[in-house]
């Protein structure tokens, strides 16, 4: 009786503990499995053209609006706090480091996320729940060669991309605002971004970005893979792609950091 | 000819076959008949290997199906799934033809669409309905549609899973004309599982009847009806009496 009311909360906890661990395990076996395929014939270039264009293309949009409004924000509280101790003159600079290694890569990763792992994982899990998947095994084709590697492969390339152009747009939101409403000259707003932004600012961003695009594929398909059945399968799987997704952009985004700050 | 050797599986505590022993000679068209969630469409997906059955053996003429090479072994293989699962991002002909445009049997793209074309009027459907998408298509059509997909490579066997469901009668009659002359005129070996009488009737060389996840009762379509076999009669004639328990 005493021993059973020991173990129950114990039991309570271990259990969805080894569940979390089992849910990593099988994500890292997955991984494992699209990265294999990655050097393998066949290729589906096919497949990898249309997952570029709708994953990187059609994403520009939405990463490009969030990067000017971001960039724009930026320079007025930069502008803000740095007029207490009249630093004004850092915010062209402040706003293209902060774009380029942090704001741009983080929060293009997070609208990646939210339209492209949602769309992969609706996709996908449809596809299971339809039969389509067990259809393509029938006609020997590998479901991840096929659906996984393709689209995994084109948010890795088209994401940095991406995160580059969110950069150009975002420290360009600092410009407008800056000039138009902060009186900044533009020819001096503009020569000061140029002169303290580094090429290690942009290429650690834009390595964020390719991390960032593997993981929000990686998660689109595991969890549309693993759909449950019906309406609410899909929902799921949709729903658990997009915030794994956006826990795992800033997790890692933490990691890169530290890494880039070490080195 | 395919053989199930006491073929188990359970997902979870559920046990769906509790040791199935079938055989289905080459070029008979075998029709498996039982309720819903008796494991009809788990015994399928265990040969193709869609499923990994928890213990027994099935072989294609003799070679266990999870030894050797998987694409020979599927490319051997045809499906007409029970909702058709065409893939929607493909026009009607690239679906018909997805075998022969990629894989070891890929032909140049014009040959493929020549053939998917031929296999679309074989199953009657017009080639101007090779350029439309799944999704404008009625469900009759998309099952025709799978139809010739699962024959577009001349297969050897051929599996039918519930190809009549969700069909009004005389389009279910005309899918069930077609898979049977199909099959004999490609002389495959079918597997068919389904609940509809009418086409067991159409089919069916021999049937198997699968309850509670073993085989009852196997014999030809002529012995169906006379057969003493109590399950059977249950199910053949529709009562709600029986061995056979029924939830209301």
């Known amino acids: 009786m005493s021993a059973a009311l020991l173990t129950r909360p114990l039991a309570a906890i271990g259990r969805p503990v080894l569940a979390g661990l089992a849910s990593v395990g099988r994500m890292v076996l997955f991984a494992v499995a699209v990265f294999s395929h990655l050097f393998r014939p066949p290729w589906y270039w096919r497949e990898f053209a249309h997952a570029v264009m709708t994953i990187g293309w059609y994403s520009l949009p939405v990463v490009g609006l969030t990067a000017l409004f971001t960039g724009g924000a930026l320079a007025l509280q930069i502008y803000d706090g740095s007029s207490r101790f009249s630093a004004e003159a850092a915010v062209p600079s402040i706003v293209a480091i902060g774009m380029a290694r942090e704001l741009g890569p983080v929060l293009g990763g997070l609208m990646v996320a939210a339209r492209v792992a949602s769309s992969i994982a609706a996709e996908i899990g449809t596809m299971k729940v339809t039969e389509q998947i067990d259809a393509l095994v029938t006609l020997s084709t590998n479901p991840i060669k096929y659906l996984a590697v393709p689209r995994v492969l084109a948010a890795t390339v088209t994401v940095p991309v991406l995160v580059a152009v969110g950069d150009s747009i975002g420290i360009m939101g600092g410009w407008l605002v800056g000039v138009n409403r902060l009186d900044f000259n533009s020819a001096a707003y503009l020569k000061n971004t140029v002169d303290f932004l580094e090429a290690a600012d942009v290429a650690s961003g834009v390595a964020k970005g390719a991390v960032f695009g593997f993981l929000v594929a990686l998660m689109g398909c595991y969890y549309g893979m693993n759909s449950g059945r019906g309406a609410q399968g899909v929902g799921k799987a949709t729903k658990l792609a997009v915030v794994s997704a956006s826990v795992l952009i800033l997790g890692s985004n933490y990691i890169l950091t530290e890494l880039f700050f070490s080195a | ?248």
């Open chain 2, 1 to 248: 000819m395919i053989q199930l050797d006491n073929v188990h599986k359970a997902f979870g505590e559920k046990r769906v076959l509790r040791g199935v022993t079938l055989e289905v000679p080459r070029g008979e068209s075998m029709v498996i008949i039982g309720g819903s969630g008796t494991g009809k469409s788990v015994a399928l997906k265990c040969i193709l290997g869609l499923v990994r059955p928890d213990s027994g053996t099935i072989t294609l003429d003799g070679q266990p199906v999870d030894k050797g090479d998987r694409d020979d072994f599927l490319a051997r293989f045809g499906m007409l799934f029970q909702g058709a699962a065409l893939f929607d991002s493909l026009t009607v002909w690239q679906n018909v033809a997805f075998r022969l445009l990629r894989g070891n049997q890929k032909l140049p793209k014009t040959q493929a669409r020549e053939i998917a074309i031929e296999k679309l009027r074989r199953v009657g459907l017009t080639p101007e309905t090779a350029d439309l998408y799944p999704a404008e298509l009625s469900g009759g059509m998309q099952k025709r549609v799978g139809l010739a997909r699962a024959i577009a490579a001349d297969p050897e066997v051929i599996f039918f899973d519930e190809p009549t469901t969700g069909l009004d009668p005389i389009m279910a009659g005309v899918i069930n004309e077609l898979i049977r002359e199909i099959v004999v005129e490609m002389g495959a070996t079918a597997m068919t599982i389904t609940h509809d009488m009418t086409s067991v009737r159409a089919i069916a060389d021999d049937v198997a009847m699968l309850h509670d996840g073993v085989i009852k009762w196997t014999g030809t379509v002529v012995e169906i009806d006379s057969c003493a076999d109590p399950y059977v009669q249950q199910f053949i004639h529709g009562r709600a009496e029986g061995p056979i328990e029924a939830v209301r």
